[in-house]
């Protein structure tokens, strides 16, 4: 295996990570109190245009309190894309509760809206809908279903932070959402994840359950089972620092993904591209190859010279753990067998994106 020259992801930390980082040094408060994860949690509500957050110690465990503050658990059913990081289900799981896979969209990669709607049961308490890569789902359609049969939803924005549906950012459709802010996220606080709501209610029994189920102006007595899901003040000094940055980064992500389309629009890669009358975040810039061999074979050539790749998720229905046999190939199947993400850093250099692009180039020049 060549050594890593260009990696996929590199996260951009030219702001004030280091002065809020000493800051929290400084004065000690780098655990789960202190000033910068209050700031962080209004911060982000505010940049969404006004709500509820709190922040968690990683995206995982932000989706699970999403979905246990709603109140499911055992007997309950949630329709999931298949398309999806492994995460996404787990939420689900750790609730008891069980995951019902819906296919996807073959030209948004996004959950199939009307497939949603044939896999609703009596049993049926929400709909769990992930924006893919930092393309949005059909949430009007999505919303629509949800009201006939009276369903949750959840929006997992991991990838998505400043993708919009219309005129509105993501997350403010459903009833709860939850962020990651791993460090190959568009802001990222090394590890961290964020709940957000417009409904103070539900942010409420979060945070109960973030901390231990902590009865709130009763010291140390806990009336509910909880977790350990605080975010620490050091993490939350950097993300308010990447928050002040975001607008930034967003366009620079975009120019990214922009120049990849000019550079290889000749080449027969079918890019990831923008819905119409949504904004795409590209957290990642995808592509689809002509088959799984071509698509193996580029990601090798590429990783010969340094260049790292990553394919796109394995349908979850596929995986042992949660094994389920659709009655046809999927969209979703599709997809990840010809998919991969190409290096997609904001800061990322002309010299190292001509080296990427040349070298895709030499291998279909080669072929």
């Not at 004065?27 to 209004?42: A, D, K, L, N, Q």
């Not at 296919?103 to 896999?119: G, H, I, K, M």
């Not at 609703?120 to 059909?138: E, F, M, R, W």
């Not at 796109?312 to 046809?328: A, E, K, S």
């Amino acid at each position: 295996m060549s050594k890593i020259l260009i990696p996929l992801y590199r996260p951009s930390l030219k702001g004030n990570e280091t002065r809020y980082v000493l800051e929290c040094l400084e004065t000690g408060w780098i655990s789960g109190r202190g000033g910068f994860v209050t700031e962080f949690e209004r911060q982000f509500a505010a940049k969404l245009g006004g709500g509820y957050a709190l922040a968690t110690c990683n995206g995982t465990a932000a989706l699970h309190l999403a979905v246990a503050s709603l109140g499911i658990g055992p007997g309950d059913e949630i329709i999931v894309p298949t398309l999806t990081y492994i995460a996404t289900v787990n939420a689900i799981a750790h609730t008891g509760a069980t995951p019902v896979f819906a296919d996807c969209l073959p030209d948004t990669w996004q959950l199939d809206p009307e497939d949603v709607a044939n896999r609703t049961t009596p049993n049926t308490k929400g709909i769990l809908a992930v924006h893919l890569y930092g393309q949005s789902c059909d949430m009007n359609r999505i919303m629509t279903i949800a009201r006939i049969y009276d369903l949750f939803v959840i929006e997992d924005c991991a990838e998505a932070f400043g993708t919009r549906y219309g005129n509105c950012p993501v997350a403010l459709f459903g009833d709860i959402a939850a962020f990651s802010f791993y460090g190959n996220k568009t802001i990222t606080t090394g590890e961290g994840g964020m709940v957000f709501s417009r409904n103070e209610a539900l942010i409420d029994r979060c945070r109960r359950l973030r901390g231990q189920g902590l009865v709130p102006g009763k010291e140390y007595w806990h009336d509910r089972i909880g977790y350990n899901y605080r975010m620490s003040n050091i993490a939350a000094s950097i993300g308010l620092a990447q928050l002040e940055r975001s607008d930034e980064l967003l366009r620079l992500k975009r120019q990214l993904a922009e120049k990849y389309f000019r550079r290889l629009s000749h080449l027969p890669l079918d890019f990831h591209r923008e819905a119409p009358g949504t904004v795409h975040t590209y957290w990642l810039v995808s592509v689809l190859a002509r088959n799984e061999l071509e698509r193996d074979s580029l990601r090798r050539h590429l990783a010969e010279a340094g260049i790292e790749t990553r394919a796109v998720f394995h349908p979850v229905h596929t995986m042992g753990i949660y094994r389920h046999d659709f009655l046809q190939k999927t969209n979703a199947e599709e997809i990840a067998a010809r998919g991969l993400n190409l290096p997609s850093w904001p800061d990322m250099g002309e010299d190292e994106f001509d080296s990427v692009s040349r070298t895709v180039g030499k291998f279909f020049d080669d072929g």
